[in-house]
């Protein structure tokens, strides 16, 4: 499941990006001919949105636009929401996307240009790009890889949210391979592209909360309370009360900027730095350290209230040989086999 942030501003951590990869393989036979993998040469790989009768979220529910409704609408005004990863910046002319990934600036309903995209000039088309909310036109895989035998299409921009705005964390996508000689469609198989905006700030940073809580330091931020109780107002005054907090511990000034933040432009994403992305700062500890070294040393007592010292900041948990436990709590529970979601195709 890929995670995404619920809005791209002020700050983004996980931006619309999820990745198929589908082997096409030939059918042998008994005693004769082994089963084959087909690569680009045989087959275009094609993916499109595909619906479930049976979905629990409700009958036709399909995702083929990450685009807001009213087209051209951006996330706090419109009647479907999907995403701001593609809204004008209060009026710049620059999208949030375009600000975050300096050097892009791809289309509605585009999504990030990769070294697996390099070939084709662009990132990943949602189905629907062409006419949002009536086209459903199958798109191309980015490519093939021989190193691992499958196609990949990296980055469709995809959010959980659906057609009708209903919230569906599993859509589908149909994956297709087309014989290259005859345009044949060879095979069908459905898959889903699991995507959650669950990644929320707001339990803890909302202001009066524990992790906004202005009276808990010496001269601390002041933080601010949502617009309103709406969710987007909610996340958003979360995730400034935030960067307050960064701004007064590492004297930072991300709110006197007011520009969309990346976190992965510092701290590194190694989600995004393997695909090209940017490579974060070399001298500063990675997004997932900074993320849970902290917040998983986090102390409370006895009525769930943060434990503080005399300044009001948190005290952390710090064991001994804090990575040695930390590797041994991960042998003990971790898999040795790397999960990788994949959809095959069996061509008859």
């Given at each position: 499941?890929?995670?995404?942030?619920?809005?791209?501003?002020?700050?983004?951590?996980?931006?619309?990006?999820?990745?198929?990869?589908?082997?096409?393989?030939?059918?042998?036979?008994?005693?004769?001919?082994?089963?084959?993998?087909?690569?680009?040469?045989?087959?275009?790989?094609?993916?499109?949105?595909?619906?479930?009768?049976?979905?629990?979220?409700?009958?036709?529910?399909?995702?083929?636009?990450?685009?807001?409704?009213?087209?051209?609408?951006?996330?706090?005004?419109?009647?479907?929401?999907?995403?701001?990863?593609?809204?004008?910046?209060?009026?710049?002319?620059?999208?949030?996307?375009?600000?975050?990934?300096?050097?892009?600036?791809?289309?509605?309903?585009?999504?990030?240009?990769?070294l697996d995209?390099?070939?084709?000039?662009?990132?990943?088309?949602?189905?629907?790009i062409r006419?949002?909310?009536?086209?459903?036109?199958?798109?191309?895989?980015?490519?093939?890889?021989?190193?691992?035998?499958?196609?990949?299409?990296?980055?469709?921009?995809?959010?959980?949210?659906?057609?009708?705005?209903?919230?569906?964390?599993?859509?589908?996508?149909?994956?297709?391979?087309?014989?290259?000689?005859?345009?044949?469609?060879?095979?069908?198989?459905?898959?889903?592209?699991?995507?959650?905006?669950?990644?929320?700030?707001r339990d803890?940073?909302?202001?009066?909360?524990?992790?906004?809580?202005?009276?808990?330091?010496?001269?601390?931020?002041?933080?601010?309370?949502?617009?309103?109780?709406?969710?987007?107002?909610?996340?958003?005054?979360?995730?400034?009360?935030?960067?307050?907090?960064?701004?007064?511990?590492?004297?930072?000034?991300?709110?006197?900027?007011?520009?969309?933040?990346?976190?992965?432009?510092?701290?590194?994403?190694?989600?995004?730095?393997?695909?090209?992305?940017?490579?974060?700062?070399?001298?500063?500890?990675?997004?997932?350290?900074?993320?849970?070294?902290?917040?998983?040393?986090?102390?409370?007592?006895?009525?769930?209230?943060?434990?503080?010292?005399?300044?009001?900041?948190?005290?952390?948990?710090?064991?001994?040989?804090?990575?040695?436990?930390?590797?041994?709590?991960?042998?003990?529970?971790?898999?040795?086999?790397?999960?990788?979601?994949?959809?095959?195709?069996?061509?008859?």
């Amino acid at each position: 499941m890929h995670c995404a942030d619920l809005g791209s501003y002020p700050f983004n951590i996980l931006p619309p990006f999820n990745t198929i990869n589908a082997y096409a393989i030939k059918k042998g036979s008994i005693g004769a001919n082994k089963p084959l993998i087909l690569d680009a040469s045989s087959v275009a790989m094609r993916y499109s949105a595909a619906s479930n009768p049976n979905d629990p979220v409700g009958p036709g529910s399909i995702n083929s636009t990450s685009q807001n409704y009213p087209l051209g609408s951006s996330l706090a005004d419109a009647t479907i929401r999907k995403t701001d990863f593609w809204d004008d910046f209060q009026n710049t002319g620059s999208t949030i996307a375009s600000l975050l990934f300096p050097g892009l600036d791809p289309l509605p309903d585009e999504g990030l240009l990769t070294l697996d995209n390099i070939d084709q000039g662009h990132g990943r088309f949602m189905p629907g790009i062409r006419d949002p909310y009536v086209a459903n036109d199958p798109q191309a895989f980015s490519k093939f890889i021989p190193a691992t035998g499958w196609h990949t299409a990296q980055g469709i921009p995809l959010t959980n949210v659906d057609d009708s705005g209903r919230l569906n964390s599993y859509p589908l996508l149909r994956i297709q391979a087309i014989d290259n000689q005859t345009g044949q469609v060879l095979a069908t198989t459905d898959a889903v592209a699991p995507v959650s905006a669950e990644v929320d700030c707001r339990d803890c940073h909302t202001a009066g909360k524990v992790g906004a809580n202005s009276t808990a330091r010496n001269n601390g931020p002041q933080f601010i309370a949502p617009a309103s109780t709406d969710r987007l107002d909610v996340e958003l005054a979360a995730k400034k009360n935030i960067l307050m907090l960064h701004d007064f511990k590492h004297n930072t000034d991300f709110i006197q900027q007011d520009k969309p933040v990346l976190c992965a432009g510092c701290h590194r994403s190694n989600a995004l730095a393997s695909v090209g992305g940017p490579a974060g700062d070399p001298t500063i500890k990675n997004m997932s350290n900074v993320m849970h070294g902290f917040h998983g040393r986090l102390q409370t007592n006895a009525n769930g209230e943060l434990l503080r010292d005399f300044q009001g900041e948190p005290i952390l948990i710090d064991p001994p040989q804090q990575d040695q436990a930390i590797a041994l709590i991960l042998s003990a529970t971790m898999s040795p086999w790397k999960k990788i979601v994949s959809s095959a195709i069996l061509v008859k």
